[in-house]
């Protein structure tokens, strides 16, 4: 059941980026709270898994690749539609492509996706509860606010004019917000594998 949650969660998606790419502003506007309820579905395949004794080394891979295919497919769309610079969809994809990688070296050694972390920072930072809930909380709001602002504009002409760039600037705050997140998340990883004595042999 956990995995026909995340499998739903990876169709859904694809309603949300075919939704942002209509041209009547209503629909596109109807793309932010399908995003809401991917995202909602994340917290809900785990909690399935754990209460029906689902728990499986591939539902974890499963659902970590649905996490990594959202938050790239929706950076793709978002620069593709020109919402945001496409430099952060690269840094996006890049980081995780990199993070990605390391994690399944070490995984070939029998080392799970957080288990891997070494170092007390690098544990709170990439595998505590806390940077990871703010982490995935912070991408939602980026990703669903750049979707109901959006159609703005021509929902409501009056409300830009006055608002637009402080909405913009809100914008670009979530972004910035996002992009440190990626990178404090994604450098204690490299790092930390990098310096590893399996390395070094």
Same mark, same amino acid.
């Given at each position: 059941?956990?995995n026909l949650?995340?499998? @739903? ?10 939704? !942002? ?8 506007? =109807?793309? =932010? ?9 994340? @917290? ?16 974890? !891979?499963? *659902?970590? =690749?649905? *996490? ?9 769309? %978002?620069?593709?539609?020109? %919402? ?15 993070? *990605?990688?390391?994690r399944a070296? =070490?995984?070939?050694? @029998? ?13 709170? %930072? ?9 982490? !995935?909380?912070?991408?939602? !709001? ?8 959006e159609p ?21 705050? %979530?972004? @910035? ?25």
């Open positions: 059941m956990a949650i995340t499998a @739903g969660r990876l169709a859904l998606l694809f309603v949300v980026v075919a939704l !942002a790419y209509r041209e009547t502003a209503a629909w596109r506007l =109807a793309a =932010a709270p399908l995003l809401i309820l991917t995202f909602a579905l994340d @917290g809900v395949d785990g909690w399935v898994a754990r209460r029906r004794g689902e728990v499986s080394l591939f539902g974890a !891979a499963f *659902d970590i =690749a649905a *996490d990594r295919i959202v938050e790239n497919v929706l950076w793709v769309a %978002l620069a593709d539609l020109d %919402l945001v610079p496409v430099w952060v969809a690269f840094v996006f994809l890049t980081r995780s492509f990199l993070v *990605d990688s390391m070296h =070490a995984a070939a050694r @029998g080392e799970t996706a957080f288990g891997m972390m070494r170092t007390r920072l690098g544990r709170f %930072l990439v595998a505590g509860r806390l940077m990871r809930v703010v982490y !995935a909380t912070t991408k939602a !709001a980026v990703f669903c606010w750049i979707l109901l602002l703005a504009s021509e929902l409501s002409p009056g409300l830009w004019i006055r608002w637009g760039p402080t909405l913009q600037t809100v914008t670009a705050a %979530l972004t @910035g917000a996002a992009l440190f997140l990626c990178l404090a998340r994604g450098l204690p990883v490299l790092a930390e594998l990098a310096f590893a004595p399996e390395a070094q042999a």
